[in-house]
């Protein structure tokens, strides 16, 4: 193989587990796996978390459960409880019941195609979690009059069951977020409507990595006494931190408290990305390398090429003039910064300092040494977009 991504299940298990022990023996760790685990691979993910003891997982859409059914099918693993996070379509009802799928749901209309696919079956009241929109705007049903009349039409049937109550955090990563603060205090008021509609769900679930990760103004503490109050469990979601990664923590400029991030600091890459070297060459001092000649050899300079490119994930932004330096590659500890234009499936690295590098040696574009963040701080985005954004054969390791 020319280029490939090792993805280490005992980094991820391993940061599962401090995920879980930081949240607490009263808040379940469930673990999202959406965009094939952020590129690290569903098919490899979804068993290794399984095995370390994740009973629910998160994907996006109902494709993506079936690649989490299909991944632990045969593994001698119990199948774990799958949660689609995006918005269902109507066509998608009957994919979710057959598959045992949950949905997340906001209105009455999405309920009603579902209780028709489950109506079919004689199977036990069909599980369903409710998202409330707290201020996020993006998914959910608004607190009030909506929510309200969602949950009179729960309470008046028994094909669907409200299993779960869920909103996320728009700002989780600020600490003492007065926007956090806002959405707390709506969802709260749901509770309320949830007593008066006399219904019980088992699972009241909010918030993801940062959630866990920044503790200031507790917001781990204040869902578990939510779930307490509903005699529910509670439950937060998890992802990037997963894969070995956290937002920095951010503070809200009158915050004075605690800031410190908790498991950032015990967190451990789980992917390594990595190329062969396919050809090597020496050029002169004024020879113009890559794409319009952006860069200019001032020295007699040795040069690696790399098998990969923007068309892998190698983000563009990586690139170097003269002036501005770009990204780099290891080889071991060593670095060789990119030199000219990543193109699309090739990118030429500087090893003028490192004679012994020749064709077939491994480079690591990303993991050890350097991170998605390095990459990120680069390409202006942010560790998740990176990691997501790499494309090559994974294997595990
Ligand atoms: C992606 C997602 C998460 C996980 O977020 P991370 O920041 O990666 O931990 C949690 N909840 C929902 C609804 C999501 O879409």
């Known amino acids: 193989m020319k280029t490939w991504v090792e993805i280490s299940g005992q980094r991820l298990a391993a940061n599962y587990r401090l995920l879980a022990a930081t949240a607490g023996a009263e808040t379940t760790v469930f673990a999202v796996v959406k965009a094939d685990a952020y590129g690290h691979g569903v098919d490899l993910c979804a068993p290794v978390l399984s095995a370390a003891g994740a009973g629910w997982l998160g994907v996006t859409d109902p494709d993506e459960g079936m690649a989490v059914r299909a991944a632990l099918q045969n593994s001698g693993i119990e199948q774990p409880r799958v949660l689609v996070m995006s918005e269902m379509l109507d ?6 019941v057959e598959h045992h799928l949950t ?39 608004p607190v009030g009059d909506a929510l309200d009349t969602v949950l009179r039409w729960l309470s008046s049937q028994s094909v669907i069951r409200l299993e779960g109550m869920m909103t996320h955090f728009a700002s989780a990563e600020i600490a003492g977020s007065h926007q956090t603060s806002a959405q707390r205090r709506l969802f709260e008021q749901t509770i309320h409507q949830i007593h008066s509609a006399g219904l019980q769900p088992a699972w009241i679930h909010a918030g993801n990595s940062s959630t866990v990760d920044n503790p200031a103004g507790e917001p781990l503490h204040w869902l578990e006494q939510l779930a307490r109050s509903l005699n529910a469990r509670a439950m937060v979601r998890t992802g990037l931190a997963l894969y070995g990664y956290s937002l920095p923590v951010e503070r809200e400029q009158d915050y004075a408290g605690d800031a410190q991030s908790l498991v950032q600091p015990g967190l451990e890459p789980v992917m390594t990305w990595k190329a062969r070297v396919t050809g090597v060459r020496e050029v002169e001092a004024g020879t113009r390398i890559g794409y319009n000649g952006t860069f200019t050899a001032q020295r007699h300079m040795r040069l690696a090429l790399l098998p990969v490119g923007y068309a892998d994930g190698l983000r563009r932004e990586l690139s170097s003039t003269n002036g501005r330096a770009g990204g780099w590659v290891l080889f071991g500890q060593a670095r060789a910064p990119i030199v000219g234009r990543v193109s699309m499936n090739l990118t030429i690295v500087d090893i003028t300092g490192l004679p012994a590098v020749a064709v077939g040696d491994e480079a690591v574009l990303l993991g050890e040494g350097i991170t998605a963040e390095d990459h990120a701080h680069l390409a202006g985005t942010i560790a998740y977009e990176i990691l997501c954004g790499v494309r090559a054969v994974r294997c595990l390791r």
């Open 91 to 96: 066509e998608e009802a009957d994919e979710m």
């Open 103 to 141: 949905p997340v749901v906001s209105n009455i209309r999405q309920m009603e195609s579902l209780a028709r696919a489950a109506g079919q079956r004689p199977s036990s009241p069909f599980p369903i979690h409710l998202e409330i929109d707290t201020g996020m705007a993006r998914q959910g049903v």
